[in-house]
């Protein structure tokens, strides 16, 4: 399990990889390094997934959009990718059926062609049939859908997952394969030997303390800030990211019953109806300025620099497996380290069941959230009969229980309020009020967690409500 005042420690040893950044690119890099048998170190300068990485859609997928375009490869990956993490990880990765409705009288036929070639791509890894469907098999399965004009629908299948889960299961994962891993600690100097960078130096946050790791090679996984990282290089270099804004709202389950997705609804959300909001930012690639490029998908670029820097920007999460593979490929001939073959295709991430299949459904009872623990299910929920404090549930609107508060901070590197409410559960994403309500009682199990006094817990609600409200439209 994760402890950072371990870890911390061990950031003086030698290391093969350092990785900055500790959202999907940067994690999933840090397992297959420590798969692959280097030495292998990742500091985060906020918390795993802060960023864009907890801020997704939420859905595995191949990217039907992309069909339209032509770019079937890129399809074909992402499906592939998809089928390997709904295996890997069937503990957070779950079947959604979509039901795309068709208003024009070719809309049907046009988008069904498409779905079954999705079909086809994906082969064996396929997570159902797609067909199209009637007028009323579409208003059966989204009864609040707009009912005029519609004609039929298709429907088709991708994949769900809880992205900050499973990036802490990533996180995890790089730690049972032998990864150094240390969150809220910054970098604010690259290390260099010879003229090649060999190295960097971090401030913990928590301490005030610098730390220097040694590595082989640096690998900038940070996504939107990859050119905050670049320029403590040189300051000069020409930007590489084009950040791109996605905006999700969350909306009482009223407003959509069943399993399915919707563009048209009868009734019109409102702002008090919206739950929470909350917005990512996606790293896209510019392509002036790029001096020495490896461009290995269409969908994620690695960039080298003249000193050894290692940087790669773009992709999903989907593909973050395949963007870790390719990544440390490339670090490695840098590095100069000993060529080994990615392992991580069939790689089960930590607590992922050995062979019974996982049924998923909605968080909306404390059973249903602990399902996405895995095989460490039994353990938080042994916490919460071993302490009555920590046996009760979070809110009365939220699916949590107390215990995996304290489980967040003994063995998932949780160190804030934020951390907790955000990322080790999904409370203010799912119902920003409810978490802001609950911020209190979390604060007060985290301080006796880690023996932090009154005032520390009255800092945390303080700096909770803020990022809260943020997530209000009201």
Request: charged letters at 25%; glycine letters at 10%; aromatic letters at 6%.
């Given at each position: 399990m994760l402890d950072r005042a371990s870890n911390l420690d061990r950031l003086s040893e030698p290391f093969d990889l350092?990785?900055?950044?500790?959202?999907?690119?940067?994690?999933?890099?840090?397992?297959?390094?420590?798969?692959?048998?280097?030495?292998?170190?990742?500091?985060?300068?906020?918390?795993?997934?802060?960023?864009?990485?907890?801020?997704?859609?939420?859905?595995?997928?191949?990217?039907?959009?992309?069909?339209?375009?032509?770019?079937?490869?890129?399809?074909?990956?992402?499906?592939?990718?998809?089928?390997?993490?709904?295996r890997n990880a069937a503990h957070l990765v779950g079947d959604l059926e979509f039901v795309v409705p068709a208003y024009a009288w070719w809309s049907g036929p046009y988008y069904g062609v498409g779905l079954k070639l999705y079909d086809v791509l994906a082969g064996r890894h396929r997570l159902g049939k797609s067909q199209l469907l009637s007028r009323a098999q579409v208003l059966e399965r989204i009864p609040t859908l707009e009912p005029d004009q519609l004609k039929g629908g298709v429907r088709y299948f991708d994949g769900q997952f809880d992205d900050a889960r499973l990036a802490v299961t990533l996180a995890l994962t790089a730690d049972d394969l032998g990864a150094v891993l240390v969150n809220h600690a910054r970098?604010?100097?690259?290390?260099?030997?010879?003229?090649?960078?060999?190295?960097?130096?971090?401030?913990?946050?928590?301490?005030?303390?610098?730390?220097?790791?040694?590595?082989?090679?640096?690998?900038?996984?940070?996504?939107?800030?990859?050119?905050?990282?670049?320029?403590?290089?040189?300051?000069?270099?020409?930007?590489?990211?084009?950040?791109?804004?996605?905006?999700?709202?969350?909306?009482?389950?009223?407003?959509?019953?069943?399993?399915?997705?919707?563009?048209?609804?009868?009734?019109?959300?409102?702002?008090?109806?919206?739950?929470?909001?909350?917005?990512?930012?996606?790293?896209?690639?510019?392509t002036e300025g790029a001096a020495r490029t490896a461009s290995l998908s269409r969908d994620h670029s690695i960039f080298e620099s003249p000193g050894g820097l290692?940087?790669?920007?773009?992709?999903?999460?989907?593909?973050?497996?395949?963007m870790g593979e390719d990544v440390v490929d490339h670090a490695a001939r840098v590095g100069e380290l000993p060529l080994r073959p990615s392992t991580t295709a069939s790689l089960r991430l930590h607590g992922a069941p050995e062979d019974e299949p996982v049924v998923h459904s909605a968080a909306g009872t404390p059973s249903e959230a602990l399902a996405a623990y895995g095989t460490d299910a039994d353990l938080v929920r042994e916490l919460a009969e071993v302490d009555p404090e920590l046996a009760v549930p979070m809110h009365p609107r939220l699916?949590?229980?107390?215990?995996?508060?304290?489980?967040?901070?003994?063995?998932?590197?949780?160190?804030?309020?934020?951390?907790?409410?955000?990322?080790?559960?999904?409370?203010?994403?799912?119902?920003?009020?409810?978490?802001?309500e609950s911020a209190p009682v979390v604060a007060r199990v985290i301080a006796r967690e880690l023996g932090r006094?009154?005032?520390?817990?009255?800092?945390?609600?303080?700096?909770?409500g803020k990022r809260a409200r943020e997530s209000l439209l009201t």
């Open positions: 350092a990785i900055v950044g500790g959202g999907a690119t940067g994690l999933g890099a840090a397992v297959e390094a420590a798969a692959r048998g280097y030495r292998t170190v990742l500091v985060e300068a906020r918390d795993f997934a802060q960023g864009t990485s907890s801020r997704s859609t939420k859905l595995v997928h191949g990217g039907v959009r992309y069909l339209a375009q032509g770019n079937v490869g890129l399809v074909r990956e992402a499906l592939l990718e998809r089928g390997r993490l709904r970098v604010v100097a690259l290390v260099k030997s010879g003229g090649k960078i060999r190295g960097l130096r971090l401030v913990d946050d928590e301490s005030g303390r610098e730390h220097e790791v040694t590595a082989k090679v640096v690998v900038n996984a940070t996504g939107v800030f990859a050119d905050a990282i670049r320029h403590l290089e040189d300051p000069e270099v020409p930007p590489l990211v084009a950040p791109s804004q996605g905006v999700h709202l969350v909306l009482p389950d009223a407003f959509l019953p069943g399993t399915h997705a919707a563009r048209y609804l009868s009734r019109d959300p409102t702002r008090e109806d919206v739950l929470s909001v909350y917005a990512g930012l996606r790293p896209l690639v510019r290692v940087t790669i920007v773009g992709g999903k999460w989907t593909t973050y497996r395949r699916p949590y229980l107390m215990s995996e508060v304290a489980w967040a901070v003994r063995h998932e590197m949780a160190r804030t309020v934020e951390d907790v409410l955000s990322r080790r559960t999904r409370a203010l994403v799912l119902d920003a009020r409810a978490a802001l006094d009154e005032a520390w817990e009255r800092q945390q609600v303080a700096a909770f």
